[in-house]
């Protein structure tokens, strides 16, 4: 057994650890709907007939909910902390891939996974992720980096992107909610189109994150790790077994369809296909960032659904959830969700983007639009 | 086509000798099952894999052994199965850029042995059968295994008899005891063998353990194969499997497509970049080679082409030899190391890489007989003694009195003694008459004890006479 490196970061700052929450096992989900065994599905603090959003469901809800001074760690692998925070109106920040070691994380997909902060305030998410960052000899793909001190940084004028497809399948109430908040800003702007993005980043990044998380979730089998039942047959009908009595069924349909992606005769169209999109896609962004400083659109299409819509919707209407939350984590750039306003008295969240390494100019916009309440 | 019809491919693993693992810092050498793992290479959820950077160093000798090419930037890849073994269900290895591509060996025939490529991975866990692998019906896995570096050399399909693939894995492990990546006493190399017989269906010999056992694996297999086409039955596409004790290959689960190992770029790891100036500095603190090395030793000590190759062919005796040299006439060393020392070793089926040889004994062993000091019985006696006891040879030597060396000075007090004593005698010498001398050599040994080496005292006579 071994701590992550970011709790004993934390902790060496001297961080309390609370306790842990649920979420979507795995990282699978987008409402924390999908709870492993033994959890229990985490209920919106602002109405607990909605969803928290996911995956990071929890550690938002309760940074909702608590009085206490609080902060919580997410992951991200799609949108799993901007979601959340934009459903339950907290800050939450994911940095830039490779700023915050991953070593001691569950991996969802490993190319993609990033632990991020979120807080009751900007302030605190960006004081979390502060203590937390650095580069780590135990995870190769961590980044060599300055300490950079976000938690003593202030509102900047900035110039802002607002990201034209992003907004185009939103809720109207969002929509409105979000571009007042960019207006009131009283800062430059410009129209920023990211066609190739909005396109293709849904379907690269299923494709890629399912891929690995194929791979990752390879080792559940029974053998060291996964439920162990009673011993019989093969290995193969026994791994089998454990595998399916074990993972759930978006489990299964993630490492269905990632397993599909990578095999022979598939891989050069899907698997490959999409590594080589999610360069093109990172190109895009960084022509936008020649441009603006921080690209902006709402989080999240809606506010956050009651359970009883979740449960109708299919799984690909629940994978265009992520439109907006998924080509900045596709890219591995830094963004930040910031509550804006509200719509059926639920949350509105505001997302903002900064280029590789940017995070000090996206918790400095975050400030501004959090200084507009 | 060779006139037999024979096409076999080999691709071997070897492992690789690093102090620690390939991902984590585990020591690769352990006494104790299970006593050298970690949660990297038990595979916890949460651990990461840290590239040693030895194991690539390694890795990167062999490619430019084997004149491959070497790419600037190369990857890690996963290969996913199933298997009780891998604690991960995948193994981290290279597949579409590997350390090295395109290169070559030449086998002692002079006959070019294309390599496809060389990669760098990591070995799965060991499965253990207590009872032998058919009686027992559970597995024990011993993880000390999992994650030891591994060296996968595959070769074009250019070898034409099961002859030419044992000189080929001949070279190979000795390029590698070269390089010092390999240490052949206590890394495995396994084979994975692929036999066609006159343009039929290719047959795989998986995981033969060993290069002798590779050798008898090829010959059965070609016996084999040849012996259907003359019964006038179809050679199966099919993976087969090698049992050392009856010295046969057979099926292990019949017709087999291509296996699917669903490869993706290992996320875990960051790509590995490589300046060509960086490349070129390998190349050139590349040590000298076994073939390089016999041509030299055939130059630089006038030695016949044989026994260069024997000297050059095993990492330590060259060195022994180039050591010993120093002091001793070098062909005579050379005759020494190549005869009795290699007979020795032939004879008592010792490995020259497991034993601790001091150049500095054998090469007074060597001084002793070349002056006559001992019998050349003695001196066989003594390398037997040294090799099979660890007795060092002047230690032999003394032990059992055999040494005739008294030392100049003494045998000179011994010869102005006699020869005072025998005065007649030296007249009858300085005369010419060689009985005398006899009779006066005969004297200085009674005197000495027989201690004193016979020629050395016939010199000492002379040169006091002629004064
Ligand atoms: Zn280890």
Known sequence: MFDATVIEKARAEGAIIIGKTSQDAFGFGTFSTNVGLGFEIPKNPHDIKRACGGSSGGSAGFAALTKQTHASIGQSTGGSIACPASFCGVAGITPTYGRVSRFGLIDYANSLDKIGSIGKTVGDAALLLEVISGHDANDSTSLKQEKEEFSKLVPEKLKIGIVKELFENCDAHVKKECLKAVDSLGMKTEEISLPLNSKYGISAYYLISTAEASTNLARYCGMRYGLHEKLEGSFDEYFSKVRSNGFGEEAKRRILLGTFARMAGFRDAYYLRAMKARTALIKEFKKAFSRVDVLANPTMPLVAPTFEAIFKLSPLQQYAMDLCTVPANLAGMPHASIPVGKHENMPVGLMLTADHMGEGKMVQASLAVEALK | ?467
């Open chain 2, 1 to 467: 086509m060779e006139k037999d019809g024979v096409v076999i491919g080999l691709e071997c693993h070897i492992q690789l000798n690093t102090e620690s693992k390939l991902f984590c810092g585990c020591p690769t050498a352990a006494e104790e099952p299970n006593s050298s793992c970690c949660p990297i290479c038990l595979g916890h959820p949460g651990s990461k894999p840290v590239l040693n950077a030895k194991a690539l160093d390694y890795a990167l000798k062999v490619a430019l052994a084997l004149n491959c090419e070497v790419n600037k930037e190369f990857f890690f890849s996963r290969k996913t199965y199933f298997y009780p073994d891998m604690s991960k269900n995948f193994q981290i290895s290279q597949y579409e850029i590997p350390v090295g591509l395109k290169g070559h060996l030449v086998l002692s025939t002079g006959k070019k042995i294309g390599i496809t490529r060389v990669h760098l991975e990591e070995d799965p866990a060991a499965l253990v059968h207590e009872a032998g692998m058919g009686a027992s019906n559970f597995s024990l896995v011993d993880y000390n295994r999992s994650g030891i570096p591994l060296v996968e050399v595959v070769t074009d399909p250019d070898f034409a008899s099961p002859e030419e693939a044992q000189d080929f894995l001949d070279q190979l492990t000795t390029i590698l005891s070269y390089l010092k990546v390999y240490s052949p006493l206590t890394g495995t190399l396994k084979a994975d063998c692929n036999v066609s017989v006159y343009g039929n269906s290719r047959v795989e010999v998986k995981n033969v353990t060993g290069k002798k056992a590779v050798g008898k694996a090829l010959e059965f297999e070609v016996a084999r194969q040849k012996r259907l086409l003359l019964d006038e039955r179809e050679i199966v596409r099919e993976t087969r499997s090698f049992d050392e004790k009856t010295m046969t290959t057979r099926s292990t689960r019949g017709k087999e497509t291509e296996a699917d190992y669903g490869y993706i770029f290992e996320p875990d790891l960051t790509a590995i970049q490589l300046s060509s100036g960086e490349i070129e500095e390998m190349k050139a603190k590349m040590p000298e080679l076994h073939a390089a090395k016999s041509k030299r030793f055939m130059k630089e000590f006038s030695l016949d082409e044989y026994t260069a190759n024997v000297l050059a062919r095993n990492f330590n005796l060259g060195l022994l030899f180039e050591e010993i040299s120093k002091s001793v006439d070098a062909k005579a060393a050379a005759k020494f190391l190549t005869r009795e020392l290699m007979a020795v070793v032939n004879r008592s089926e010792l490995d020259l890489d497991s034993l601790d040889l001091d150049s500095g004994e054998i090469g007074l062993l060597l001084e002793m007989l070349l002056s006559g000091k001992i019998t050349e019985k003695v001196a066989k006696d003594a390398v037997v003694a040294y090799l099979a006891k660890g007795v060092k040879p002047t230690r032999f030597v003394e032990g059992r009195g055999l040494s005739k060396d008294l030392g100049e000075k003494e045998i000179e007090k011994a010869v102005e003694k006699v020869l005072s004593e025998n005065k007649k005698a030296v007249a009858d010498l300085k005369m010419g008459n060689e009985k005398s001398l006899n009779f006066l050599v005969g004297q200085v040994m009674r005197l000495t004890k027989a201690k004193a080496e016979p020629r050395a005292v016939q010199k000492i006579i002379a040169e006091k006479i002629r004064k």
